[in-house]
């Protein structure tokens, strides 16, 4: 009764925090491996004592996964309040229910089939959840290490979903050591469990401290014009006026050597219309400003438009203007400009916000199209690019433009890897969340892509913090949040292709499948019986 009264709450809670605890910025990643055991504990509590409703191992789950979310991400309630409640709500759902699966299949198969569906499970989970349009993969176990990211390089062979298998198999091994292991084999299950955490560590050290960039230079400026996104970015100040600060920021890292200056998302606010791109005054004004170095190339982000001729077909985000037949679609955009030719290299965000820049099924949730948050510049559903698009120089330098959100998606990022990108321009804009541990999640988040694909990255905020990080993983010439900036460095091109970069997260649909297996087999179980 004391268990069912005050125990399992308060393993509960333990979990949650511990979770807590762990996550980047400021976390201690080693708590990870021990993160689960409370919530393993109570799970076993309620596997013997078959009696008690699984109802209530739900909830108690359901506290562990909560708590976790709300306390790591409660930043997001700055952008939006009831887009956070939603997010906190639907992925501690989400989390509960895959757990609650696992027991099911343990309560179904025994002990050895029940433990292995808890990785399975929860993996195919993680590769869904990067996947569906109600995506939120902020929380990704692998993502627990990006400030230990000297001990996670074996990402160039896994990526993330590699460290999310890593944290919940050494949680169960930890659990039946203390709590369900015999005295004739614990040595060696103690042993075993320290290999498991130990090698892939010193494997990581050892890669750090050898591995070497090819020599390929680059020399690149990133510019931070610090412009409030709530007073200033899409009111308050004009698109001009910025883009007059931004480019006189520029001025002082900007040289005839540069050939990347590098300004970040929605940094040209006004809405222009790509079917006219090349007149727009801001267009034209960038160019006088790239005429003076002969070999730059200016990677910038803008908010744009398309306008569909009455009639033409357009796509499932397309608007429909108020007194007039034709459709446009809004995006959110980045822009290549060079001084070598007319044309304007164009990409469209794909993995858009959902709730935010895009309504997740719209056949089933059009209807809430109104409230989608204005975050942007443009409230409702954007229109997106469906695949990765690669930036090419006159030089044949490829850069993948990679715009705020998206750099949480390793197995997307690949995809540009795939095309030839030898850089990574990350575009963002942080601001939204005020100075608060989600624009430092979001900037650690980086390092991991630069492990996933070898990639030395170039990161322009707008409000947050800018920086270039190397194929390592290392964080050089941070700004800090909220001030104007300009850096510029050199960074080593790479033709590379890590084992990750090739395949992404290909490997892991076969926990998909093998769920579908032990599912399929616990439903058997159960009917037989």
């Not at 006219?276 to 438009?305: C, E, M, Q, W, Y």
């Not at 809004?330 to 916000?353: C, E, G, M, P, R």
């Not at 850069?399 to 540009?416: F, K, N, Q, R, T």
Request: glycine share 6%.
């Amino acid at each position: 009764m004391v268990f069912k009264k005050y125990s399992g709450l308060f393993l509960s809670l333990l979990s949650g925090v511990l979770l807590f605890l762990a996550w980047p910025q400021n976390g201690f990643a080693p708590l990870l491996f021990i993160s689960w055991i409370p919530l393993l504990i109570v799970e076993d509590y309620f596997y013997k004592e078959r009696k008690i409703k699984s109802k209530k191992l739900f909830g108690l789950s359901y506290l562990v996964f909560l708590t976790w979310n709300v306390l790591t991400t409660w930043w997001v309630w700055n952008a939006t309040d009831i887009g956070s409640i939603t997010a906190f709500v639907c992925n501690a759902l989400f989390m509960t229910l895959v757990f609650m699966l696992f027991h099911f299949t343990r309560c179904k198969t025994g002990n050895v089939i029940g433990y292995i569906s808890l990785p399975v499970y929860w993996i195919s989970f993680e590769y869904i959840h990067l996947q569906w349009d109600l995506s939120w993969p902020w929380l990704t176990l692998g993502n627990g290490f990006a400030s230990y990211y000297k001990w996670v390089q074996w990402y160039e062979y896994t990526g993330i979903l590699g460290g999310s298998l890593w944290v919940l198999v050494v949680n169960i091994l930890l659990f039946k050591i203390f709590f369900q292991s015999k005295a004739f084999n614990f040595k060696l299950q103690a042993i075993f469990t320290v290999a498991i955490v130990i090698f892939p560590i010193i494997f990581s050290l050892i890669r750090y401290n050898s591995y070497k960039e090819t020599s390929h230079p680059v020399n690149i400026a990133i510019v931070q014009p610090n412009i409030d996104p709530y007073n200033e970015k899409f009111s308050g100040l004009t698109s001009h006026d910025q883009l007059i600060k931004l480019l006189q920021l520029s001025s002082t890292v900007t040289d005839t050597s540069t050939a990347y200056l590098v300004a970040p998302e929605t940094a040209l606010a006004s809405s222009i219309w790509e079917n006219d791109l090349h007149s727009h005054p801001d267009i034209k004004f960038l160019r006088s400003f790239i005429k003076a170095f002969p070999k730059l190339n200016v990677v910038i982000g803008a908010s744009t438009a398309r306008l569909y001729d009455d009639g033409k077909p357009h796509s499932p985000t397309a608007r429909k203007f108020t007194n007039r037949p034709e459709f446009y679609d809004v995006y959110n955009t980045a822009l290549q400009l060079d001084n070598f030719s007319d044309s304007i290299q164009v990409y469209h965000k794909s993995k858009l916000v959902p709730g935010v820049e895009k309504m997740p099924y719209p056949q089933l949730f059009g209807f809430l199209e109104k409230l989608s948050i204005n975050l942007g510049g443009a409230s409702g559903s954007l229109g997106s690019e469906k695949e990765p698009f690669v930036f090419t120089s006159k030089d044949s330098i490829k850069i993948a433009p990679i715009i705020c959100y998206e750099s949480v998606y390793g197995d997307y990022v690949s995809h540009y890897v795939r095309k030839g990108a030898q850089l990574l321009f990350i575009i963002t804009n942080d601001g939204w969340w005020g100075n608060t541990p989600g624009h430092r999640q979001h900037l650690v988040y980086g390092r991991l892509r630069a492990i996933e694909m070898r990639r030395s990255i170039a990161r322009s905020a707008n409000t947050g913090i800018s920086c270039f990080i190397n194929q390592r993983g290392d964080i050089s010439q941070p700004t800090k949040y909220w001030e104007d900036d300009a850096i510029k460095s050199t960074l080593n091109a790479n033709n590379g292709m890590s084992f990750y970069a090739k395949h992404g997260d290909g490997f892991f649909k076969i926990f998909c499948w093998t769920s579908l297996l032990f599912l399929g087999y616990s439903l058997l179980k159960k009917y037989r019986k």
